[in-house]
Nanobody, 128 residues
Framework: QVQLVESGGGLVQAGGSLRLSCAAS????????MAWFRQAPGKERDFVAA????????VYADSVKGRFTISRDNAKNTVYLQMNNLKPEDTAVYYC?????????????????????WGQGTQVTVSS
């Protein structure tokens, strides 16, 4: 069982930056692919970014490429999302997700069903 707790959300002006953190419980964090998703009001939850268990593979949604950076520190059981040049359309609840890595499977990283565990979410609001 893995528990994920997000932090770092808040209110920021357009063009500003925020850094989200997701702390994971358990001793097997380094065996999990990790991702960030977001859900804006009235919309479905969308993929934002993902990082493989080793950090060797990273995928971003087109809407955040060049502005957001995902990283992980396996020694601290934490995954991060650095968000720069924020836009009002980035306003959403941001969710951290973790999926156990099986070396015999291929992962595209974007589907929600590749992830077994989810955090409670943290609100990010970008004002214009």
């Amino acid at each position: 069982q893995v528990q994920l707790v997000e932090s770092g959300g808040g209110l920021v002006q357009a063009g500003g930056s925020l850094r989200l953190s997701c702390a994971a419980s358990g001793r097997t964090f380094s065996s999990y692919n990790m991702a960030w998703f977001r859900q804006a009001p009235g919309k479905e939850r969308d993929f934002v970014a993902a990082i493989s268990w080793s950090g060797g593979r990273i995928v971003y949604a087109d809407s955040v490429k060049g502005r957001f950076t995902i990283s992980r520190d396996n020694a601290k059981n934490t995954v991060y999302l650095q968000m720069n040049n924020l836009k009002p359309e980035d306003t959403a609840v941001y969710y951290c997700a973790g999926g156990f890595y099986n070396p015999v499977l291929y992962y595209s990283f974007t589907p929600e069903d590749e992830y077994n565990y989810w955090g409670q979410g943290t609100q990010v609001t970008v004002s214009s």
